[in-house]
C-alpha cells in the first residue's frame, strides 16, 4: 500500500514563510504524480500544486509566484515550500500521489492525512 505522511504545518505570521514535507512509503507501487491540495471548511478541496516524476510543475494561480514544489525521486517526497503567506493560505494541506501497483498496472489516486497550516498574526 501507498502510505503518505505530512508534517511541517503549523502556526506561521502573514508574509512567512513554512515548508511542507511529504514521505511516501511505496512498497511495490511506482509513484507518477504528485501534488498538494488543500480545503477550508465549506469549501471543495482545491489543488495547489502538482510536480509531474520528470519534474514539470503547475500551480494554482493564487500561489504562483509564492509557493515552490519539488519532488526527489530516490527518497520518494515531495515538498511544498510556500512563501509570502496570506491569511486565505490557511486550510488544511493534503499530499497527493498517482500511483501504480507494480503487480497490476493500476493506476490509483492516494491521500495523506493532511496538516493544517494557519496564517495569523
Known amino acids: 500500500q501507498v502510505q503518505l505522511v505530512e508534517s511541517g504545518g503549523g502556526l506561521v505570521q502573514p508574509g512567512g514563510s513554512l515548508r511542507l514535507s511529504c514521505a511516501a512509503s511505496?512498497?511495490?507501487?511506482?509513484?507518477?504524480?504528485m501534488a498538494w491540495y488543500r480545503q477550508t471548511p465549506g469549501k471543495q478541496r482545491e489543488l495547489v500544486a502538482a510536480i509531474t516524476r520528470g519534474g514539470s510543475t503547475n500551480y494554482a494561480n493564487s500561489v504562483k509566484g509564492r509557493f515552490t514544489i519539488s519532488r526527489d525521486n530516490a527518497k520518494n517526497t515531495v515538498d511544498l515550500h510556500m512563501n509570502i503567506l496570506k491569511p486565505e493560505d490557511t486550510a488544511v494541506y493534503y499530499c497527493q500521489t498517482q500511483a501504480m501497483a507494480t503487480m497490476t498496472y493500476v493506476l490509483n489516486d492516494y491521500w495523506g492525512q493532511g496538516t493544517q497550516v494557519t496564517v495569523s498574526s
Open positions: 511505496i512498497s511495490g507501487f511506482i509513484l507518477y504524480s
